[in-house]
């Protein structure tokens, strides 16, 4: 597993936008298969600098649609098919993906009528399944994919995912404030990857803004209904008996290491990384 993008919606020059992939062998002779999770800003960059053949991803799937989320998915569709894809994309997602790639797919008809001799037609279209609920998104190959929804504000339904192969168990948490099915999801996997907000970091930045204590505390309190902080991060993490918490999507992008890793680390015995972009894990 590949963390792709760290960052967040705000533009930061040394992380890009949420993105992680799964790459998965069922043999040492078999071929290896890539599972991209969520979209962000320069997806597709990243991809290449972690020599991923990304224009044959398998699967791409959307946790939400936020435009962190899926900002990087006209790039990757357009470039892949550019690069030589041939086949469609299969996309899976909540209900808009349908619209949402409908609506990529059109925003650039004028670009493929001027390149129809060089690319396939294939290569341009999408297959998409939309998830309405928890459970099996796929089964194949050995690899089974489960969803499960998680609370963020009123992006309703957003999803985390988790991926089981025979011999490891990964979960994606997309964007979410603490819930019992993100830990029964991520229950014994080998690693969970999951959102943060450091809330003693965002605190000083709202107050190097000169945002009054009021106010702050209004902002906490929508950011307590999207997003996981510091003091609650490791509990989950440790209910959910996780072998290995990545941290990503980090809130903000400037923020103290040491005091985040020690906030969460008094409550979660097991590894933590701070991921930077295409840490492996």
């Not at 699967?59 to 357009?78: E, K, P, R």
């Not at 969970?192 to 945002?211: C, D, K, M, P």
């Amino acid at each position: 597993m590949t963390v792709l993008g760290t960052g967040s919606p705000m533009v930061s020059a040394t992380r890009a936008g949420p993105a992680a992939l799964i790459t998965y062998q069922r043999r040492p002779d078999s071929p290896a298969h890539h599972y991209l999770v969520d979209a962000g800003r320069w997806v597709s960059l990243r991809l290449e600098q972690a020599g991923i053949p990304w224009p044959h991803l398998d699967a791409v799937l959307f946790t939400h649609h936020h435009m962190d989320h899926n900002v990087g998915w006209s790039d990757l569709l357009m470039s892949g098919w550019q690069m030589g894809r041939a086949k469609p994309w299969r996309v899976f997602g909540p209900p808009f993906t349908s619209t949402f790639c409908a609506a990529t797919h059109d925003a650039f008809s004028y670009d493929r009528q001027h390149r129809p001799v060089l690319q396939s037609d294939e290569g341009g279209r999408q297959d998409v399944t939309e998830i309405t609920g928890a459970g099996p998104v796929f089964d194949e190959d050995g690899l089974r994919v489960t969803a499960a929804v998680v609370p963020h504000g009123d992006c309703v339904p957003s999803f985390a995912f988790r991926f089981d192969a025979p011999d490891r168990s990964i979960v994606i948490s997309g964007d979410c404030s603490p819930s019992e099915a993100l830990v029964e999801l991520a229950a014994g996997a080998d690693v969970l990857v999951h959102e943060i907000e450091h809330r003693a970091s965002t605190r000083a930045q709202l107050e190097a803004f000169g945002l009054p204590e009021a106010d702050q505390e209004r902002v906490f309190a929508v950011m307590a209904e999207w997003h996981t902080d510091e003091t609650q991060l490791g509990a989950i993490a440790q209910a959910a008996g996780v072998g290995k918490l990545m941290l990503t999507h980090y809130i903000p992008d400037a923020f103290d290491p040491a005091a985040l890793a020690a906030a969460i680390s008094s409550t979660y015995t097991g590894d933590l990384v701070l991921s930077d972009d295409l840490t492996v894990g």
